[in-house]
């Protein structure tokens, strides 16, 4: 596996990298076999993979939990990324969004055992808190830091001004925020910030969750508590309508011989060399498949007209439910 540094600040992790939240919630029933995600877990890091991500809000708690179970006999070969800024209830039901600093150190502490380390390698906010000065989270992350309870800081979902100012306290490392071929976005403000501050951008949803692997139908139903039951993106009309995407997608991998998930997760890992995307998924066959796109070079002329092409097909619906939109910084 290809190796890529994060940012300008030394944090060198594998090309691509592992979302681990899929296996504790938002899409569909858990896996009833704990040990099987486990298994699959220290599978990529046999083939390479040395970034794991999960949050607090996982599960919630519980994935946080199984990373740690898995990754703990390759403690030394791997980077663990967490997040905090959600609050919970006493039955431990999400409630709202707090990056006090009281609040980040709790997190933190808890965060430390659940995991089962001395040290969280990578510490996003997972969405900025409007009642709380960035100033004062990345301050208190970087006491963290210099008590040698976190390695580097990042956030999550975080608009250009945003990273600023926080970048001015304690230096970000990376930014973790949606970004695919179907939600270009980025591209237009927060990846020339963070080009220009030497951050890195850790997509997730590098496949669109799933659609731009062409598996998701029009007529799909799905299963109680798979998000995207209640994302406008995902009604059957958006999903007719956006399938022009996944259209060409596949067109362009069978050019180059490879699935539509590794010509996505190539055209990612080719905009930028910081750039390293989360695919999760439950299956090893899909594991191998999205690892192989870090060994894919697309020639520049092939990249060039798949970016054109992307870039004039209009994408239809909110990637967000509104109550979830809410919670992104602008």
Known sequence: MQQRFLGGRGLKVSAVGFGCMGMSQSYGPN??????????LRAAVDRGVTLFDTAEVYGPFDNEVLVGEALRPVREHVVIATKFGFTFDEDGRQTGLSSHPDSIRRAVDGSLRRLGV????????????????????????GELVADGKVRFFGLSEAGAATIRRAHGVHPVTALQSEYSLW??????????????LQIGLVPFSPLGKGFLTGTVTADQQFATGDIRGIIPRFTAEARQ???????????????????PAQIALAWLL???????????????????????????TLPPQVLAQFDDASRRIPVQGERYPEQLQRLIDR
């Open 31 to 40: 896996p009833g076999d704990r040990d099987a995600m486990i298994g699959l």
């Open 118 to 141: 001395d040290t969280v390698d990578l510490l996003y906010q997972h969405r900025v808190d409007p009642q709380t000065p960035i100033e004062d989270v990345a301050g208190t992350v």
């Open 183 to 196: 939600w270009r976005e980025p591209e237009s403000e927060i990846v020339p910030t963070l080009a220009e």
């Open 241 to 259: 309508a956006n399938q022009a995407v996944v259209d060409l997608v596949r067109r362009v991998a069978a050019d180059v011989h490879v699935t």
């Open 270 to 296: 080719a905009k930028q060399p910081w750039i390293v995307p989360i695919p999760g998924t439950r299956r090893l066959e899909r594991l191998e498949e999205n690892l192989g796109a870090a060994d894919l």
